[in-house]
C-alpha cells in the first residue's frame, strides 16, 4: 500500500511571495490533515478535511493560508503572501475517518522563507 | 484547551537499557493517545494507539500505557537499540467542539549509545 505522498520536498521563497504545497492521502482514506512543524515542537493541527469538506480550520491563518481538498482526494496547501515565521515542515496526514483510527504521515514539506 | 507536555525533552542512555517517556495531558476528555516516532527529515511513523477505553497497548518491545484519569501516558521500551534513536511524539484526539483536534506534545528526543 503506497504511503501519503508529499510534493515538494523543500522549497525557499523570499517573504511576500506565495507558495503552494501538494498532498495526495493513502486510497481510500477519508480524512485529510494538514499540519505546521516548527522547528523543536510538535505539529501543530491546521486544518481537516472529511472527504471535501472542511471540519476544523481553527487553527488556520486565513489571511494568508489556504486549503482545497477537489474531489475528496488529493489536497493543496497555499500560503500568499508568506512570512519569515512560515518557515517550518508542512506535513499532511490522512486516516480512514476521523475519530478512532491511526493517522498516517507522508515526508513533509520543508518550507524556508528568507 | 487542550495542552499536552512531553518529559524529558533529551535522553541519552546505552544501548540494552529499559527507558520511560512520558506524556501529559491537561483535558482527561480524548478520544484516544497515539505515540509517534519522528526521524530527522522525515515524517512521523505511527508506533501505538490507545483507545480512552483501553489501559495499554504492546507491540515488539515498546508497551503504552494510558490513565486518563490523571491525564497521563507513559511509553516504556525494552532493551534500547541505537536504531531506536529519534523524536518520540505523544498526541491526543479531543473531544472539543469539532471532537477531532489532535494535539501534539513537543516530544522526547532520544538517542541510544552503542
Known amino acids: 500500500e503506497a504511503g501519503v505522498a508529499q510534493s515538494p520536498r523543500y522549497k525557499i521563497i523570499e517573504k511576500r511571495q506565495s507558495v503552494a504545497f501538494w498532498c495526495n492521502p493513502i486510497?481510500?482514506?477519508?480524512?485529510l490533515y494538514w499540519y505546521q512543524q516548527i522547528l523543536g515542537q510538535g505539529p501543530k493541527l491546521l486544518i481537516q478535511?472529511?472527504?471535501?469538506?472542511?471540519?476544523?480550520d481553527s487553527q488556520l491563518p486565513k489571511d494568508r493560508f489556504s486549503a482545497e481538498r477537489l474531489k475528496g482526494v488529493d489536497s493543496t496547501l497555499k500560503i500568499q503572501p508568506a512570512k519569515l515565521e512560515d518557515s517550518a515542515v508542512y506535513l499532511c496526514?490522512?486516516?480512514?475517518?476521523?475519530?478512532?483510527?491511526?493517522?498516517?504521515f507522508g515526508p513533509g514539506t520543508r518550507l524556508t522563507v528568507t | 484547551k487542550q495542552e499536552v507536555t512531553q518529559i524529558p525533552a533529551a535522553l541519552s542512555v546505552p544501548e540494552g537499557e529499559n527507558l520511560v517517556l512520558n506524556c501529559s495531558f491537561t483535558?482527561?476528555?480524548?478520544?484516544?493517545l497515539q505515540w509517534f516516532r519522528q526521524d530527522p527529515g522525515k515524517g512521523l511513523t505511527p508506533l501505538l494507539l490507545?483507545?480512552?477505553?483501553?489501559r495499554e497497548q504492546t507491540s515488539g518491545r515498546l508497551n503504552a500505557s494510558l490513565d486518563k484519569s490523571s491525564g497521563r501516558s507513559t511509553l516504556y521500551i525494552a532493551a534500547s537499540q541505537p536504531g531506536d534513536s529519534a523524536t518520540y511524539l505523544c498526541?491526543?484526539?479531543?473531544?472539543?467542539?469539532?471532537?477531532?483536534?489532535?494535539?501534539f506534545g513537543p516530544g522526547t528526543r532520544l538517542s541510544v549509545l552503542p
Open positions: 483535558d482527561s476528555a480524548i478520544y484516544n
Open positions: 478535511f472529511q472527504n471535501n469538506g472542511v471540519v476544523d
Open positions: 486510497s481510500g482514506h477519508a480524512t
Open positions: 496526514a490522512s486516516s480512514p475517518g476521523p475519530r478512532d483510527y491511526e493517522q498516517y
Open positions: 490507545i483507545q480512552s477505553s483501553q
Open positions: 498526541a491526543v484526539k479531543g473531544r472539543d467542539n469539532y471532537g477531532q483536534n489532535f494535539v
